[in-house]
């Protein structure tokens, strides 16, 4: 299995990631999650397979001096293109995460790397290149595909001989993950580098809601109510997505 890049599908992942109101509760969520735990001050930061780079321009926007680092070709001219858009600035840099110790890149304030790890063909392997990419006194914003709410939506549906199989991951094709994490290996993984010091889930609730009731449903009403419930003990684990906000030990 190799890492999956996203050359030729850069308008259809847009479309299925950001688009409605997926997209925008992610958002929310992370961005939230960020103004609690950085200082009010300048960071360096660098996004690792930023994609599109739209948290990338939010930050950029809060201030911050980005640097956004993707593989795909298409990905970086659509980050540039959004960035010339909203008349904000940044670094670019076309290069897988195995190249980024190749560039000799200072340490960062702040490193992000979400949705990335369940593309990887070893997720776990990426993670001493982002402590590497760390400062000492630095934060790591890691956002990933959650192994657990894929079974809790396969049992919902009654996909008992899927789960039997353990065949979880996503078409090669597809936009569905290849690689969902255990978030239990996840800090196994984490553990002795890193320190987490949040948790909260993306869309606890709103991918298991029927499809008329997200049809109907107020958007921001939706995003409060996601905010409101992202570190709820008995709903933030079953987020589609986790978002780990970690220090280096």
């Known amino acids: ?24 509760i992610r958002l929310a969520v992370l961005q ?29 926007e809060q201030g911050h001096q980005v640097t956004l680092s993707e593989p795909a070709e ?41 949705a990335v ?26 956002a990933f595909y959650n192994r657990d709410a894929l079974v809790y939506r396969n049992l919902l549906k009654g996909h008992f001989r899927k789960l039997h199989s353990n065949e979880l991951a996503g078409e090669k094709q597809s936009l569905t993950p290849q690689q969902p994490l255990d978030p239990r290996e996840l800090a196994a993984q984490l553990e002795g580098a890193w320190r987490v010091e949040s948790m909260s889930g ?22 409060e109510m996601e905010l409101a419930h992202r570190r709820h003990p008995a ?3 079953l987020g589609r997505y986790l978002h780990w906000i970690c220090r280096p030990a």
Request: one cysteine or more; proline letters at 6%.
């Open 74 to 114: 298409p990905m970086v001219d659509g980050a540039r293109e959004r960035f010339a858009a909203a008349g904000q600035s940044a670094i670019f840099i076309q290069a897988s995460w195995q190249q980024l110790p190749e560039l000799e890149l200072p340490a960062f304030d702040l490193v992000i790397c979400h």
């Open 202 to 223: 993306v869309r606890v609730f709103h991918d298991y809601m029927p499809i008329d009731f997200q049809k109907r449903a107020d958007l921001e009403q939706l995003v």
């Open 32 to 60: 939230a999650d960020l103004r609690e735990a950085l200082p009010q001050r300048p960071l360096r930061v660098l996004d690792v397979g930023g994609g599109l780079g739209h948290m990338a321009l939010w930050l950029a």
């Open 1 to 24: 299995m190799n890492d999956r890049h996203f050359d030729q599908l850069a308008t259809r992942f847009a479309e299925k990631i950001y688009g409605g109101a997926k997209g925008a």
């Open 235 to 237: 709903f933030a684990g």
């Open 117 to 142: 790890l369940e593309w990887l063909a070893e997720p776990h392997a990426i993670l001493p290149v982002l402590h590497s990419l760390t400062a000492a006194n630095g934060w790591l914003s890691l």
